[in-house]
C-alpha cells in the first residue's frame, strides 16, 4: 500500500494564500462619524471649533473629581480595583434614583442599569430590542451616533417630521400603522443637531400615540440639566401612558465629564434585564473605580450648583452666537435659538451646499458640521415624503467650547468661508 503524498512545507508557504472571509455586511454598510472625521482633519489649534460636541473642559470640576477618587482610594482601595456587577454599583444607583425622583419621576435604584456611557445604553437596547430589518422612527434631524447604532443593527430607519414644538404626532401614528416599528428614537431636551426642545404637549402626544399603537420610546437626555432658561419640561417617561414603554437615558459626560465614561438607563423591568444580559456580553460591567467616585462626588459635593455655575457660561457663550450669527450667514438664513444645551442649527439658503463649503471654510480656520449627516439616509425619504438632501444647506454649531470673542472671531470667519 502506497503511503499518502506530503506537501513540502516550502512548497506550501510559496503556494498563494486564500483570502481571509469578508467583514460581516452591518459593518461594510454602516459609515463612521462625521463628526470624528472632521474633528481629525481641524485638530490644528489655530482653527476655532464649531463642530465638535465636547463640554468646555476649564468647567470642569476637576479638583472635585480627583477628590473623589483619592477618597475612593484611601477607603476602599480593594473593592474599587476589583470586578463589579454588571447592573452597577449599589450607592450609585441608589443616588442616581433619588436624582430622578427628585425630579417627579419615581425611581427605584433596581430600575437602572449604570453604562459605559449613554453611547453604550443606545447599543444595548438595539441589541436587546432590534432584530435585522426592523423600523426604527427618528426625529429629522437625529443624533448621528444613533444612526451609526440602529444601522449597526440593520433596522430600517425612517425619520418622522416636526416642527419647531417636536415631533408630529400625526404623522407619527401614520408611520407605526404603516410600518409596525419596533422604537422612537428622541432627544427631547436641547436635542442634537437642533438645540430644540419638544413641548409639553407634543410629549404628551406622543405617548398617546405610542401607548394605543404599541410603541417603544428611547428618550434621550443628555442635556436636560443644561438650561439657561424658561421652565424644565418632565420627561416623556412620566407622561400618561408612557410608564412602562419608555426607556429614559442619561449621563454624566456633559454635566460632570466625559472621560469618565458614566451612563445610564432606565427601562421597564423585562426590557432592563435583557440589556442587562447584552452588557454582560459586552464589557461585564462599567468600570468599578470610576461609579465608585462618581458616587463619592455626589455625596459630598453639589453637582447642581456646578451644573448651574457651567449653564449660566454656556448661556453667555449662546447669546454671543447669536448676537453675531446674522451677519455671518448668507441672507435668507433661519437658525434656532436654543433654551439650553450645546448646539444651534443653521438652515441656509437652498442654493448653499454645506458639505461642499466646508473645505474652504477650514481654510478661513473655523468648522462646522454640515447638516446632511444628521438625517436618516441622505438621499432618501423621510416621513413626509422629502428628499434627505434637505440637509445639504444645514450646519450644526456648538457653541460651548469657546469663549465670547472667540464666538466672534470664528463667526467672521465662517461668514468671510462663506462669501
Not at 448646539?343 to 462646522?368: C, I, K, N, Q, S
Request: include cysteine.
Amino acid at each position: 500500500m502506497t503511503a499518502p503524498a506530503t506537501v513540502p512545507v516550502a512548497a506550501a508557504s510559496a503556494s498563494a494564500s486564500a483570502s481571509v472571509p469578508a467583514l460581516a455586511a452591518r459593518a461594510r454598510a454602516v459609515g463612521g462619524s462625521a463628526v470624528r472625521d472632521i474633528l481629525a482633519v481641524i485638530a490644528r489649534p489655530e482653527v476655532i471649533n464649531f463642530a465638535g460636541g465636547l463640554p468646555a473642559p476649564e468647567l470642569f470640576d476637576a479638583e472635585g473629581v480627583a477628590a473623589a477618587f483619592r477618597d475612593v482610594f484611601a477607603d476602599t482601595p480593594a473593592r474599587a480595583l476589583q470586578y463589579a456587577t454588571t447592573e452597577g454599583e449599589p450607592a450609585l444607583r441608589e443616588a442616581l434614583a433619588l436624582r430622578h425622583t427628585a425630579r417627579g419621576l419615581p425611581t427605584d435604584a433596581a430600575g437602572l442599569l449604570v453604562t459605559t456611557g449613554s453611547q453604550q445604553a443606545l447599543s444595548l437596547l438595539a441589541t436587546a430590542l432590534i432584530d435585522p430589518g426592523d423600523v426604527v422612527l427618528v426625529e429629522a434631524p437625529c443624533y448621528l451616533a444613533a444612526l451609526q447604532v440602529f444601522g449597526l443593527a440593520g433596522a430600517r430607519v425612517i425619520a418622522v417630521p416636526g416642527d419647531e414644538d417636536g415631533i408630529d404626532p400625526g404623522v407619527l401614528a401614520e408611520l407605526v400603522v404603516r410600518h409596525r416599528p419596533k422604537l422612537l428614537y428622541t432627544v427631547p431636551n436641547f436635542r442634537n443637531p437642533t438645540g430644540q426642545t419638544m413641548t409639553g404637549e407634543r410629549r404628551a402626544a406622543v405617548a398617546e400615540v405610542a401607548a394605543r399603537l404599541g410603541l417603544w420610546i428611547v428618550e434621550d437626555d443628555p442635556y436636560g440639566e443644561l438650561r439657561f432658561e424658561g421652565e424644565r419640561v418632565p420627561w416623556l417617561a412620566s407622561c400618561p401612558g408612557a410608564e412602562d414603554r419608555t426607556v429614559l437615558l442619561g449621563s454624566f459626560s456633559k454635566v460632570m465629564a466625559p472621560g469618565l465614561r458614566l451612563g445610564w438607563l432606565r427601562a421597564p423591568a423585562e426590557l432592563l434585564r435583557a440589556c442587562v444580559v447584552a452588557k454582560q456580553a459586552a464589557d461585564l460591567h462599567t468600570p468599578t473605580v470610576n461609579q465608585l467616585a462618581a458616587a463619592r462626588y455626589l455625596a459630598d459635593r453639589d453637582l447642581d450648583a456646578h451644573v448651574r455655575r457651567v449653564a449660566r457660561v454656556y448661556g453667555e457663550r449662546r447669546d454671543a452666537m447669536l448676537d453675531g450669527i446674522g451677519e455671518a450667514l448668507p441672507e435668507g438664513s433661519t437658525w434656532t435659538r436654543p433654551e439650553g444645551g450645546m448646539f444651534l442649527w443653521a438652515r441656509l439658503p437652498e442654493a448653499y451646499d454645506t458639505g461642499a463649503l466646508l473645505r474652504g471654510v477650514v481654510e478661513r480656520g473655523v468648522a462646522y458640521v454640515p447638516g446632511a449627516s444628521f438625517y436618516a439616509g441622505a438621499g432618501e425619504l423621510d416621513g413626509a415624503g422629502r428628499d434627505g438632501h434637505a440637509g445639504r444647506a444645514t450646519m450644526r454649531l456648538c457653541f460651548v467650547t469657546q469663549t465670547p470673542d472667540e464666538i466672534g472671531e470664528g463667526l467672521r470667519r465662517l461668514g468671510a468661508g462663506l462669501r
